[in-house]
T-cell receptor, first 115, second 112 residues
């Protein structure tokens, strides 16, 4: 079945450490997104990519980095510059065809905590 | 960026209709309204979308005002499993593939 997979489900980061969250999709979608969710809060956009080898900052990109070397993969690195990384991270993808029925597909999320 | 306003929380009795409002007064003429819901600790899932006509599918109905500045998601017979956070977005779908954003969402609690 086609879908979007995030791993790991739980991740722990030590002080000063960079960690990378994986996001893979086999839906042949061009666009991919990373969102951060804090307890009781909505979804805030970190980075997004509309096509391979291109990505744009969202509303809260500071302390994060991404790459888009392959269409199906959009990993997110939480760097040591992100001072409050504890959150639930969601990856999503969407087709970019002419249909107005393209909807976002989300992964099941990664919970990142600081040790 | 298009902005949305939703009530932070709502309650509903099981078996009754749940009506969740959303204000999207800055929506552009060609932007669809999309609704998603998120059950605790899972990724959001698509529910329904519409442009200017009312829409219905197996999950819900969507009523969009004539001026398109607001919409209401209707769950006609709410069940306990409908307890979730509901998000509306004027750009989280369709041909929009740039900066797709969400508001704070509404926490719907369905009571027995």
């Amino acid at each position: 079945d086609g879908g979007i997979t995030q791993s790991p489900k739980y991740l722990f980061r030590k002080e000063g450490q960079n960690v990378t969250l994986s996001c893979e999709q086999n839906l042949n979608h061009d666009a991919m997104y990373w969102y951060r969710q804090d307890p009781g809060q909505g979804l805030r956009l970190i980075y997004y990519s509309q096509i391979v080898n291109d990505f744009q900052k969202g509303d809260i990109a500071e302390g994060y980095s991404v790459s888009r070397e392959k269409k199906e993969s959009f990993p997110l690195t939480v760097t040591s510059a992100q001072k409050n990384p504890t959150a639930f991270y969601l990856c999503a993808s969407k087709g970019t065809g002419s249909s107005r029925r393209e909807k976002l597909f989300f992964g099941s999320g990664t919970q990142l905590s600081v040790l | 960026d298009a902005k949305t306003t939703q009530p932070p929380s709502m309650d509903c009795a099981e078996g009754r209709a749940a009506n969740l409002p959303c204000n999207h007064s800055t929506i552009s003429g060609n932007e669809y309204v999309y609704w998603y819901r998120q059950i605790h600790s899972q990724g959001p899932q698509y529910i329904i979308h519409g442009l200017k006509n009312n829409e219905t599918n197996e999950m819900a109905s969507l009523i969009i005002t004539e001026d398109r500045k607001s919409s209401t998601l209707i769950l006609p017979h709410a069940t306990l499993r409908d307890t979730a956070v509901y998000y509306c977005s004027p750009n989280a779908g369709g041909t929009s593939y740039g900066k797709l954003t969400f508001g704070q969402g509404t926490i719907l609690t369905v009571h027995p």
